[in-house]
């Protein structure tokens, strides 16, 4: 198991790591504000941080941030209106403070003449300059982290479409450097990933080069075709063990998983709800991993005759069920809950009642403020005390080690499987079915249901049809709060179906973010030709610079995913 090694500690060693702060423009976040000489820093150091700020990033927002409510699998109950008015992220400014961390522990490796750490290295590098351009578009990348070497001038911008082809090339790169059987100056405990095995990096590296060529299996077909075929004959995360992941051990914050409540308001944790459109999804196909992620309503809702409710009333509860008078719906505009008619029911101004008997979801964009109210809460509280919806499973709490289920996946054995078996679909590659299952199989084993694959995959809607949205909803679910990955296949295939909510901002999901507003006003230059390069929509009038649901060069010219 890969553990954070103390995070904490490692951060206070080398404070420049980890600058984050949102009013830095890219030029002062590649000053070295500590006084640390890049001459004498060890390269395993720099990287240890940068592994585990873009794992706990990540898991941030695919947990309980934008991610995880723009790929669906949480909705916030509180503070929270859900309506995906997109703004900065919070990916600009993490991911640059890292990245200039990163190119530091690569010259280090480039003058001590260590091909691991090179490799490892631009690896790290080809993972944050995608979530970049994956959420912007153009963005700073050929001098974004040239620092003083620009003499004043701030870093031009990239288009997309270079952006992802130098991330392909670096990581085809260090494919190569991590070729060898063994390296000199590596330091086991610090690689937190790995643990220094570079053929595991190796793999790693191939397999996010797959998963790039296929970002572009929409924009650039011909392209994207060559280099899937190609790169499935080189070596791949093959099994479980090879993932890309980082335990969160507990104990302190910074090893805790997200929004854990252990360490400031414990409402943090109870404010984060299962999104309807993966409860829905997983009580349809019967799916064991709902009673890993959520926990059973605390009170079930029933709406029976009126000689069935205790007391006589419209509403009671009694024995811990709750129940609703059948003849009352109408007089009191409620509506129960259906997948399909929820969001004309909610325009309609009714009020949703769920009788969802174990999980209870919240739906998305379900309220025009403030969602706490939702399945007629009457608590009043915006603390996330709603008894009427399921909670996320204590298990993410983390009042003591999570074990293998609280771990950020960066790169799992099953997204590599359903990579392989879309690549079978679209005629790139072979045995479309074999890597499905496998894909399916890898998922209930690190959730811990592996005893259930046999059943599973013979249920309606799991056995296997030759679809390619069954492939794509699969992983889907198999990338349960890895947010990212989850929204840019929506992003690029349209699958799942995801619909932004009847109080969303605009009537279809966001395409990117948009740029801060410091890079706007100190790049300016720079960044108006970043802009420029959007193409705008009809929903992205609104907007006084860039828009979320402008489109970015990777999504022009194609129908997905709208």
């Known amino acids: 198991m890969k553990l954070v090694k103390n995070i904490a500690v490692k951060f206070l060693l080398i404070p420049l790591l980890l600058v984050s702060s949102c009013d830095k423009d890219l030029v002062e976040i590649n000053e070295n504000l500590n006084g640390v000489e890049?001459?004498?820093?060890?390269p395993n150091l720099l990287i240890s941080s940068v592994m585990t700020g873009l794992a706990t990033s990540t898991t941030s927002r695919g947990y309980a941030g934008d991610t995880g409510a723009g790929s669906q699998f949480t909705q916030k109950d509180s503070w929270s209106s859900n309506r995906y008015d997109w703004e900065t992220g919070s990916i600009w400014s993490t991911n640059y403070s890292l990245l200039r961390t990163n190119k530091v522990a690569h010259q280090r490796a480039v003058e001590l003449g260590l091909p691991f750490h090179q490799g490892v290295t631009l690896i790290l590098k080809s993972?944050?300059?995608?979530?970049?351009?994956?959420?912007?578009?153009?963005?700073?990348?050929?001098?974004?982290?040239?620092?003083?070497?620009?003499?004043?001038?701030?870093?031009?911008?990239?288009?997309?479409?270079?952006?992802?082809?130098?991330?392909?090339?670096?990581?085809?790169?260090?494919?190569?450097?991590?070729?060898a059987n063994s390296y000199e100056g590596v330091?086991?405990?610090?690689?937190?990933?790995?643990?220094?095995?570079?053929?595991?990096?190796?793999?790693?590296?191939?397999?996010?080069?797959?998963?790039?060529?296929?970002?572009?299996?929409?924009?650039?077909?011909?392209?994207?075709?060559?280099?899937?075929?190609?790169?499935?004959?080189?070596?791949?995360?093959?099994e479980i063990d090879d993932e890309l992941v980082l335990s969160f051990i507990g104990g302190i914050e910074e090893q805790s998983w997200p929004n854990s409540g252990q360490f400031g308001s414990a409402s943090e944790f109870y404010r984060v709800k299962p999104?309807?459109?993966?409860?829905?999804?997983?009580?349809?196909?019967?799916?064991?991993?709902?009673?890993?992620?959520?926990?059973?309503?605390?009170?079930?809702?029933?709406?029976?005759?009126?000689?069935?409710?205790?007391?006589?009333?419209d509403i009671a509860e009694e024995g811990g069920v709750r129940y609703i008078n059948k003849e009352s719906l109408a007089a009191n505009d409620y509506a129960i809950y259906s997948?399909?008619?929820?969001?004309?029911?909610?325009?309609?101004?009714?009020?949703?009642?769920?009788?969802?008997?174990?999980?209870?979801?919240?739906?998305?964009?379900?309220?025009?403020?403030?969602?706490?109210?939702?399945?007629l809460n009457s608590e009043g509280s915006r603390g996330g005390t709603n008894a009427y919806v399921s909670r996320m499973n204590e298990v993410f709490n983390q009042k003591e080690d999570g074990g293998n289920l609280l771990k950020a996946?960066?790169?799992?054995?099953?997204?590599?499987?359903?990579?392989?078996?879309?690549?079978?679909?679209?005629?790139?590659?072979?045995?479309?079915?074999?890597?499905?299952?496998?894909?399916?199989?890898?998922?209930?084993?690190?959730?811990?249901?592996?005893?259930?694959?046999?059943?599973?995959?013979?249920?309606?809607?799991?056995?296997?049809?030759?679809?390619?949205?069954?492939?794509?909803e699969q992983k889907w679910i198999a990338n349960m709060f890895n947010g990212d990955e989850a929204y840019m296949d929506w992003r690029r295939t349209g699958f799942p179906d995801l619909n932004a909510g009847p109080f969303a901002r605009e009537d279809v999901m966001p395409l990117r973010?948009?740029?801060?507003?410091?890079?706007?006003?100190?790049?300016?230059?720079?960044?108006?030709?970043?802009?420029?390069?959007?193409?705008?929509?009809?929903?992205?009038?609104?907007?006084?610079?860039?828009?979320?649901?402008?489109?970015?060069?990777?999504?022009?010219?194609?129908?997905?995913?709208?």
């Open 38 to 42: 890049s001459s004498v820093v060890d």
């Open 127 to 179: 993972m944050m300059f995608g979530n970049l351009t994956d959420y912007y578009g153009d963005i700073p990348y050929s001098e974004a982290l040239k620092g003083n070497d620009l003499q004043g001038e701030r870093p031009t911008y990239d288009t997309q479409e270079n952006v992802y082809k130098g991330i392909i090339a670096d990581l085809e790169t260090a494919s190569d450097l991590l070729g």
């Open 187 to 238: 330091n086991k405990d610090q690689d937190v990933f790995y643990a220094g095995d570079a053929s595991k990096w190796q793999k790693l590296a191939n397999s996010l080069a797959l998963r790039y060529y296929m970002r572009l299996s929409e924009k650039l077909p011909s392209f994207a075709q060559t280099g899937v075929t190609n790169t499935l004959q080189k070596p791949l995360i093959s």
């Open 275 to 313: 999104s309807t459109t993966m409860t829905d999804k997983l009580k349809e196909l019967e799916d064991p991993r709902i009673s890993v992620w959520f926990a059973p309503v605390e009170v079930p809702t029933k709406v029976v005759p009126a000689v069935e409710v205790p007391g006589g009333g």
């Open 339 to 375: 997948q399909e008619t929820y969001a004309a029911d909610i325009e309609a101004g009714k009020k949703l009642i769920d009788t969802s008997s174990v999980y209870v979801g919240l739906p998305v964009a379900v309220s025009t403020v403030d969602p706490y109210e939702y399945n």
């Open 409 to 472: 996946r960066l790169f799992s054995y099953a997204e590599l499987s359903f990579l392989k078996a879309e690549a079978a679909i679209r005629g790139w590659g072979s045995d479309a079915e074999e890597n499905y299952l496998k894909g399916i199989k890898a998922s209930l084993e690190v959730w811990g249901v592996g005893n259930t694959y046999t059943d599973y995959i013979s249920n309606a809607g799991v056995a296997f049809d030759g679809t390619l949205e069954q492939v794509m």
């Open 513 to 562: 973010f948009i740029y801060p507003d410091d890079e706007i006003n100190i790049n300016t230059t720079n960044n108006a030709a970043g802009a420029a390069s959007l193409e705008g929509t009809s929903y992205s009038t609104t907007d006084p610079n860039d828009s979320p649901y402008a489109r970015p060069w990777i999504v022009k010219g194609v129908d997905k995913p709208w």
